[in-house]
């Protein structure tokens, strides 16, 4: 582990959380990768100047929090970085790359279909109307953390597999023009089918965050619907809440 940690004592934070936090940034940015030892605890309380007790109450925060794992006759390692996307009309690409979490793109399918009477509707298309449908799996550091679905209307975007992979959907929209304004979107929950399992590295049944989402450009015309699923395990949506007095 080579990272440059630093602590403030004369600050009002803890020493232990300031010690975390830094860990955790590192593991998040993907300074730590998966598999990563984080040496000896003694070591790491001497370079720092603090007690054992508060290194190990450092990394047991992020034990708690599943980002590390302490293995026998291994020691600690890094586990995984959870992804925490803010609710905003972004897409999963961009705020990957924001929070250098390096994705890369599986294009799954790319075709032209009937829609299904749900994206019809979103879309505000005749049933059965022909719409683009995209799939891809969304990677970061060539681990699985989402599966996408997305569906266009006809001629809104042309586009192929490799452009597909090179950057995300969104930024393709808006470099051929549409403006993307508003979205309406719903977050659930679905366990892991063998298909969607196999797909995103989890075991069977294992619980899958959900999100439906339909964009609108600047004049209101819907022009996209996506379903996609997300590894619970990996990603997390964050919101701010606003209290009015």
Known sequence: MDLELTVDRASPVPLYYQLSR????????????????????MR?????????????????????????VRRRGVGTQVVRSQVKRPLELTSLY????????????????????????EVAAALGLAPGAEVRRLERLRLTHGEPIALLRNYLPVGLLAVDRTALEGTGLYRLM????????SARQSIGARAATAEYAELLAEPVGAPLLSMERTAYDDTGRPVEY????????RYAFELQLLIRP
Do not use: C, F, M, W
């Not at 370079?47 to 980002?67: E, F, M, N």
């Not at 961009?94 to 009477?117: C, I, N, S």
């Open 22 to 41: 830094q860990l955790e940034v590192a593991i998040e940015r993907g300074r730590l990768r998966p598999g990563t030892l984080l040496g000896n605890e």
């Open 44 to 68: 790491l309380a001497g370079s720092l100047g603090l007690s054992r007790p508060t290194v190990r109450q450092a990394i047991q925060a992020l034990v708690d929090k599943g980002l590390l």
């Open 94 to 117: 961009e705020d990957l790359e924001a929070a250098g979490q390096r994705p890369t793109t599986r294009v799954l399918d790319l075709a032209t279909v009937a829609a299904p009477p």
């Open 174 to 181: 808006r470099a051929a023009g549409t403006t993307l304004h």
């Open 226 to 233: 996506g379903s996609h699923l997300y590894r619970a395990t």
